[in-house]
């Protein structure tokens, strides 16, 4: 007999709902044959898990409350990532306008100027700025977009793992995210490669449920979508195979591991075959970057760099330390949870983002936070998880007091408050000031410095902008001796420089010298790590 009851008609048995169930809040489910007897159970005070072998697995139907529920968080989400999103640009942005979004579709298909190239946010961004006129809001319009889009996709993929009380949760806390709305006002591709990586997690789930082999050839288009949106969705792909394949040999709860492996494997070649198509027009330019361009000695961005980077940043959304650490312990017995109800989902939800960072170590490429950006989701599910779990624990430890579906939901209820308390905490801050205030900078000193004054950038990501982007002729100094040279009696030289670590770590001599000789003139806050415009002046 298959693994999905059958009466004896071969249709499908009744599913009966019952309450929340032993994995911290999942509905639980009884199935019964056309003679009305159960084939099995989970009750409700166990918080082990059930073999879901047995088992008929069901997307939960939409309902109105569903919608309603859905259709004010969209009309929140959108809001909050619409305003002030036409603030002054970033390096990365700037670069993305010059090197792409200016020129050609043609040419826009065809090259792979580097990594900061993500070719479909590119095209996208393109129309954008054809159609509405090039200004901040024009080009991060798309990613907006996928931000608002990935909110009512991520209450499906809850639905699809869980009950409603933990989707609504995790899609609540992701709708007022800092982060989440820090990405979606940043023209780049990271809002689409998590909306690509939540969709193609949902269809691989939605398949391992059903058989049907509609949900693969979905998954190897949302793939290569997502990789052509950032390459970063190759590795997540990569990932999801080797969960599968664990999955596979460490557990007999999704049966079509074994039994339709090849459909699976063929959706993961369709998918390979389809990212080299998106990218082959511009195979020689990407091949030439990943076999030319390799991290250096001094590179800034290693994992320690990237660790302590993605600690400070998570203190921005979510509190001091403390709270980053409860978080973890939360989202550990999430994860634990997740791993005893179904080993393949949690892998799915898991695996992506640890993987993604050890292949881009064996790849030899700098680490930076926001290439794991796209775990945002199943983190959030994860965690929730992780309090109706805690929840459940409580009330076995205070018995009488509360049942263990009440202790879930009052823990899930406390997570999502605290959540959304601390991102709209941090909000205000993120809209105070610009990712990076490069217009404001050089303002100041335009409006500062004296006619015989000299005016210098350092660095490439003070360089480009301000030649390229500004138009101002401002001379780029790489070492302590050319900045020497130009410093005269009677006038000042104006540094102007961001990214400072970068230039300490490359251009020491210089970087001390810029420390020692000059004095602070101004600095221009900006929500980038690191991203504060600075000014000093030499004498």
């Given amino acids: 007999m298959d693994h999905e009851a059958r009466n004896s008609d071969g249709q499908l048995a009744p599913v009966r709902q019952r309450g929340s169930g032993s994995t911290g809040g999942i509905d639980r489910a009884t199935l019964y044959v056309s003679d009305g007897q159960p084939i099995t159970e989970s009750p409700l005070p166990s918080i082990g898990c059930r073999n879901t072998a047995e088992i008929v697995t069901t997307q939960r139907a939409v309902r109105p409350l569903d919608v309603i529920f859905l259709v004010t968080l969209v009309l929140i989400g959108t809001g909050l990532r619409f305003y002030r999103i036409d603030t002054g640009l ?71 793992i869980g009950d409603r009380r933990e989707a609504a ?19 780049r591709g990271y809002t689409a490669l998590l909306f690509s990586v939540l969709l193609a997690t949902y269809v691989l789930i939605r398949w391992l449920d059903t058989g049907r082999r509609g949900f693969l050839l979905s998954y190897a288009l ?33 049966p079509r591991l074994r ?44 994992p320690i760099w990237a660790i302590v980077a993605a600690i400070r940043g998570l203190q921005v959304g979510f509190g001091v330390v403390w709270g980053v650490a409860a978080g973890a312990l939360v989202f550990a017995a999430g994860a634990w949870s997740f791993w005893r109800e179904r080993p393949a989902v949690a892998l799915l939800l898991l695996l992506p983002a640890p993987m993604t960072v050890l292949l881009a170590l064996a790849l030899d490429r700098p680490i930076f936070p926001r290439f ?26 205070v018995p009488g007091r509360l049942t263990q ?45 004296s006619q015989e004054d000299v005016v210098v950038v350092i660095g490439e990501p003070a360089t480009t902008p301000v030649q390229q982007y500004f138009g101002r002729p401002w001379t780029r100094v790489h070492t302590d001796s050319e900045l020497r040279t130009l410093r005269r009696p009677g006038s000042s030289v104006w540094v102007l420089y961001t990214f400072p670590s970068y230039i300490e770590a490359n251009q020491p001599e210089l970087w001390s010298m810029v420390q020692n000789d000059c004095n602070e003139a101004g600095e221009f806050e900006g929500t980038v790590a690191g991203g504060t415009i600075s000014v000093r002046r030499c004498q």
């Fill in 90 to 160: 970033w390096f990365d942005e700037i670069v993305t306008l010059l090197d792409s979004v200016r020129f050609p579709l043609g040419r826009i298909v065809t090259h792979f100027p580097s990594n900061n190239d993500h070719p479909l946010y590119s095209v996208l961004a393109h129309l954008s700025v054809s159609l509405f006129g090039e200004s901040p809001w024009a080009l991060r319009l798309p990613s907006a977009l996928f931000g608002v889009a990935t909110i009512p996709l991520l209450y499906f993929v809850g639905l699809a």
């Fill in 169 to 187: 949760a995790a899609t609540t806390v992701l709708t007022v995210s800092y982060h989440h709305i820090w990405f979606s006002q940043n023209a």
């Fill in 222 to 254: 949302v793939t290569a979508i997502g990789a052509y949106a950032h390459l970063t969705m190759v590795l997540v792909s990569v990932s999801h195979a080797v969960a599968l394949g664990i999955a596979w040999l460490v557990s007999d709860r999704d």
């Fill in 259 to 302: 039994t339709q492996w090849i459909h699976l494997a063929g959706a993961f070649v369709g998918a390979a075959v389809l990212t080299v198509f998106c990218y082959a027009p511009m195979v020689a330019d990407v091949s030439a970057f990943f076999t030319t361009q390799t991290v250096t000695s001094t590179e800034v961005a290693t």
């Fill in 372 to 397: 794991v950006f796209f775990a945002v989701g199943s983190a959030l599910l994860v965690t929730v998880r992780g309090a109706s779990v805690a929840g459940m624990l409580v009330a076995r430890l």
């Fill in 405 to 449: 579906q009440q202790g879930a939901l009052a823990m899930i209820a406390l997570l999502t408050i605290g959540g959304v308390a601390m991102s709209l905490r941090s909000l205000p801050y993120g809209y105070r000031f610009p990712k990076q205030d490069y217009e404001s900078a050089v303002a100041f000193v335009e409006q500062t410095k």
